[in-house]
Every structure is written in structure tokens, then in C-alpha cells.
T-cell receptor, first 114, second 116 residues
Framework: AQSVTQLGSHVSVSEGALVLLRCNYSSSVPPYLFWYVQYPNQGLQLLLKYTTGATLVKGINGFEAEFKKSETSFHLTKPSAHMSDAAEYFCAVSPSGGYNKLIFGAGTRLAVHP | GAGVSQSPSNKVTEKGKDVELRCDPISGHTALYWYRQSLGQGLEFLIYFQGNSAPDKSGLPSDRFSAERTGGSVSTLTIQRTQQEDSAVYLC??????????????FGPGTRLTVL
């Protein structure tokens, strides 16, 4: 069965610092991979996704993620954190070749301080 | 166009009562998903609809949970004889066709269910 592990339930960074949120997946075949963001009292919003092709994926709000098959990882990064990035971030996988059932990680809450 | 809407936004009920949660997907989206977000379990898949059919109900936690979709549009998630462990935010999402990885899932704001 596929699963997703997000290292660190809480991450705190200074404004302007690098953001790195970690995600590892387990799957017998490379799945499709997603990062979602949930701002306080709002629904989930897709940040970016990897399906096939280029392993470095760029998303909204300056975020990007790199698919590394050898490490079964899909870490999310942003070079410079903004206060508005404070939110909860979820990594998710979906089996390739099937429909879009999403299996989520436990989430990482990002705090950005001045 | 409107996004995915869910009603009610909040529901407080007593243990043992039945509740119905409603989801209105984006018009034209054939795929519809229900998820549950709770403190202990994180975000869990519950059920997937393609049109009015539910080919995957594997995430429904017990036979107290059921869902239907009519007219390829509105979906209702029903929880019978609610228990305190059912307290969670129930999220609905829809996508254009459900093709793996190809279609973005758009999420509604959720229904927060509290069982006293």
C-alpha cells in the first residue's frame, strides 16, 4: 500500500529564510505526487504536482519541489519565506494509471516569524 | 464560476443522531471525492464517485457511513448513529474527469462536524 511521510509536524523559519518541507513516499511504482496548502479556515489548494517529465516542478507562490526516485522523496522548497506562507502543507500521492484518489501525509504546519 | 460548496459549514449533533452533509461540485466535473480531516487520523480518503457510481468506497470507516450522488452532481454523505469519534472536518473535492494525475482536485471549505 502507498503511504506518505512528512518529517516534522511543525517547522518554523524566519522571514526571508529558506523553506524546506520534507516528504517521502513508499510505492512499488512511482506515483503521482502533490503538495497542497491549507491556509487558516480555508480549503485545500494545490501548490504543485509531479506526474511525468521534468523532475523539478514549479508551483504557485514561488514554491518548487523535486522528485527524486532514488530517494523516494518530493521535498518542497521556497528560497525566501514570506509571512503569508504561514499555513499547513500536505504532501499527497496518487497511484499512477488509476484515478485521482489522494493519500495524504500528516501535514506540516509552517510558521514564519519576523 | 463557483467553486465546490459544502453545507452546512458547521454541524453540532448529539451522539446517536443521524447527519447529512452536502457537497455541490464544480459544474461539469464528473469525479467527486469525500475526505475526512481529523486530529488523530489526518486527511483520509472516504469515497470516490465517477458520475453517479462509487467504484471505490474503501475509505468509509464503518457501515454507519454512506454516500450517494444524484444527477452526476450533488453528493450527500450520511452518517447514521453518530459517535464522538466521527467528529472531524469532512471535505469534498471534485475534478474534471478523475484521470490519475491529470486533473486537479478542487476542494470545498469543508463541514465541521462535532458530535457531543
Amino acid at each position: 500500500a502507498q503511504s506518505v511521510t512528512q518529517l516534522g509536524s511543525h517547522v518554523s523559519v524566519s522571514e526571508g529564510a529558506l523553506v524546506l518541507l520534507r516528504c517521502n513516499y513508499s510505492s512499488s511504482v512511482p506515483p503521482y505526487l502533490f503538495w497542497y496548502v491549507q491556509y487558516p479556515n480555508q480549503g485545500l489548494q494545490l501548490l504543485l504536482k509531479y506526474t511525468t517529465g521534468a523532475t523539478l516542478v514549479k508551483g504557485i507562490n514561488g514554491f518548487e519541489a523535486e522528485f527524486k526516485k532514488s530517494e523516494t522523496s518530493f521535498h518542497l522548497t521556497k528560497p525566501s519565506a514570506h509571512m503569508s506562507d504561514a499555513a499547513e502543507y500536505f504532501c499527497a500521492v496518487s497511484p499512477s494509471g488509476g484515478y485521482n484518489k489522494l493519500i495524504f501525509g500528516a501535514g506540516t504546519r509552517l510558521a514564519v516569524h519576523p | 464560476g463557483a467553486g465546490v460548496s459544502q453545507s452546512p459549514s458547521n454541524k453540532v449533533t448529539e451522539k446517536g443522531k443521524d447527519v447529512e452533509l452536502r457537497c455541490d461540485p464544480i459544474s461539469g466535473h464528473t469525479a467527486l471525492y469525500w475526505y475526512r480531516q481529523s486530529l488523530g487520523q489526518g486527511l483520509e480518503f472516504l469515497i470516490y464517485f465517477q458520475g453517479n457510481s462509487a467504484p471505490d468506497k474503501s475509505g468509509l470507516p464503518s457501515d454507519r457511513f454512506s454516500a450517494e450522488r444524484t444527477g452526476g452532481s450533488v453528493s450527500t454523505l450520511t452518517i447514521q448513529r453518530t459517535q464522538q469519534e466521527d467528529s472531524a472536518v469532512y471535505l469534498c473535492a471534485s475534478s474534471l474527469s478523475g484521470g490519475a494525475g491529470l486533473d486537479e482536485q478542487f476542494f470545498g471549505p469543508g463541514t465541521r462536524l462535532t458530535v457531543l
